[in-house]
């Protein structure tokens, strides 16, 4: 007798996917927030929208990228889900948008049940941390599209402003100061590249950098601090002081400052604040160019406050309020839309 072929047989396990989700619902819906309406697990999420006098919403999608192949235990994976909410609530809060609903989407050509769980436990305890409803998510095993042993963590947020309240760069002018808040390491941003300078086997992750004071693996696996509390705590006690705000991810600091730079604006930093030990030893160890550290990495400084002169020192004292470190990075200038930036000393 012939015998019959099933999913499974062909690397594809859904029973398996199944349960982690029926285990982690209870959790999953401990995120939910006033406005969220209905039961989980229906084909969509539904959201009311707070009853605001003209409300915007405001969306970003992104993932972590090649972090997710440093995975290993399940302490990385739940650093994962981790970081795809902290990633998506920073660039909605650049905007000043207040978190409203989250969506995930994680996939691999086989979904280890032990690691599916940890990554979406470190979603859900993202969501609870930071107020947004995680309201649904996908998971596919796709053997043949991903390969073996490779994971996609990507994440949908959703924030909402009043559209009087919306921080979109506009205000910014001559004069403004650039003031910078600390990053944890890379963030979710450059992996590849650091990849290829420090991990060209599994085995390097266990090694110990004495600059670092840590294994490489830990270093690298750091978790992508959220900034979205901070900003939003800010900007009620602040906000004619803040003209604009950047998440600095792919593309470092100069790539994202100046999408938020009006037309006749551009940005002076000098790099007077401490970049931390793992990127001078990625350009040592490279060695890589310091102009493509600085078009690749954050180089310590996760997000970007632009500030009018005269609110600057309060600004800073209510960042450092909410635990954050700030530098001051520089000013804007008139001219061409850019952003210049001068190294103090040699990485």
Request: proline content about 5%; charged content about 25%; aromatic content about 6%.
């Amino acid at each position: 007798m012939t015998r019959t072929l099933t999913y499974r047989d062909v690397g594809v396990d859904p029973e398996a996917t199944q349960a982690v989700l029926d285990r982690l619902a209870d959790r999953v819906r401990s995120t939910f927030t006033q406005y969220v309406v209905g039961p989980w697990g229906l084909f969509g999420g539904m959201v009311r929208v707070p009853a605001l006098r003209e409300p915007v919403l405001v969306a970003s999608v992104d993932g972590v990228g090649t972090k997710a192949l440093l995975a290993r235990r399940p302490e990385d994976f739940r650093t994962l889900g981790h970081d795809v909410v902290a990633h998506g609530l920073n660039d909605v809060a650049c905007h000043g948008a207040r978190p409203l609903f989250f969506l995930d989407y994680v996939a691999a050509a086989r979904l280890d049940p032990q690691s599916l769980q940890a990554v979406l436990e470190g979603v859900v305890d993202a969501c609870r941390r930071y107020g947004v409803a995680l309201v649904g998510g996908e998971t596919a095993q796709m053997p043949g599209v991903y390969a073996e042993g490779a994971w996609d963590v990507v994440g949908c947020a959703v924030g909402v402003a009043e559209a009087r309240e919306l921080v979109d760069g506009r205000a910014v002018r001559p004069g403004d100061v650039l003031l910078g808040l600390a990053s944890h390491g890379l963030h979710t941003n450059g992996y590849t590249l650091a990849r290829a300078v420090l991990v060209r086997a599994r085995t390097d992750l266990d090694l110990y950098e004495p600059d670092l004071g840590c294994t490489r693996g830990e270093e690298l696996l750091r978790p992508h601090r959220c900034y979205a509390t901070s900003v939003l705590r800010l900007l009620d006690q602040v906000r004619e002081g803040v003209t604009a705000l950047a998440h600095v991810t792919g593309g470092g600091i100069p790539g994202n400052l100046v999408r938020v730079l009006p037309e006749g604006c551009a940005a002076q930093i000098r790099v007077t604040w401490p970049v931390p030990a793992v990127f001078r030893l990625l350009a040592r160890r490279g060695p890589v160019e310091e102009a493509e550290m600085f078009r690749v990495f954050n180089m310590g400084i996760g997000l970007v406050v632009v500030a009018r002169s005269e609110h600057a020192a309060r600004v800073e004292e209510v960042l450092r309020g909410c635990g954050e470190q700030v530098y001051r990075l520089g000013e804007v200038v008139e001219g061409t839309r850019d952003v210049r930036v001068v190294l103090e000393e040699r990485l």
